[in-house]
């Protein structure tokens, strides 16, 4: 808190999926996570990734339900995007797993430099294609693995070849989340609902 870090939840346990849950197992969860968060850190939960990446397909509705903004479960996409949800907003916020240190140390094997070259490729790539239209780059971290000090210098140096480009927003979710909302989100709304309704069969047929 006293780094002003964003405080969001990746479930109780990471070894208790939602897969298999019935509605008021799922409600039980995010409403003990909610809870958890505002008691300890006094601020709203505003962000979700389920246990494991696992979610069901009330997951999105429940999470909007319970006022979380954005989750971090569907990893279709390099920019935000909304998920229709019976009521309220939620937006997708890109997660990546190929350049998540779990996956490379745990099932890849990689070396922290191989980690280091993947993560600034990455960066080339999104940073080229973000040149006319934003990119989220995520670095899914996990301290016992990139905080080991032999691993430390390789993830040092990619990140400050990331920061020393231009234009480069170093944003916590909520940021992201807020400024999508803000900026984009009824308009891509919108297309989406004149792109479906564009394909409807007419009355007619």
């Not at 990455?122 to 995520?138: H, I, K, N, P, T």
Request: proline share 5%.
């Amino acid at each position: 808190m006293a780094r002003r870090w964003e405080i969001f939840s990746h479930g109780v346990y990471n070894t208790r999926y939602t897969y298999g849950m019935d509605e008021a197992g799922e409600r039980a969860l995010i409403e003990d996570a909610v809870s958890t968060v505002e008691r300890h850190t006094g601020t709203r939960l505003r962000g979700w990734l389920s246990p494991a990446l696992t979610n069901t397909e009330r997951t999105p509705h429940l999470l909007a339900e319970y006022g979380v903004r954005y989750s971090c479960d569907f990893f279709h996409d390099d920019q935000p995007f909304p998920l229709k949800v019976r009521r309220g907003r939620l937006i997708s916020l890109p997660y990546s797993v190929e350049v998540n240190d779990g996956s490379a140390y745990l099932r890849h094997d990689r070396t922290p430099r191989e980690l280091g070259e993947a993560i600034r490729a990455q960066f080339d790539q999104l940073y080229a294609e973000g040149a006319a239209s934003g990119r989220v780059m995520c670095l899914p971290l996990h301290p016992f693995l990139t905080g080991q000090p032999f691993r430390l210098r390789a993830f040092a140096e990619a990140l400050a070849y990331i920061t020393a480009h231009d234009r480069v927003w170093l944003a916590t979710g909520s940021e992201i989340a807020d400024w999508y909302l803000a900026h984009h989100y009824d308009r891509v709304v919108a297309h989406l609902a004149a792109r479906a309704a564009a394909r409807a069969p007419s009355a007619g047929r």
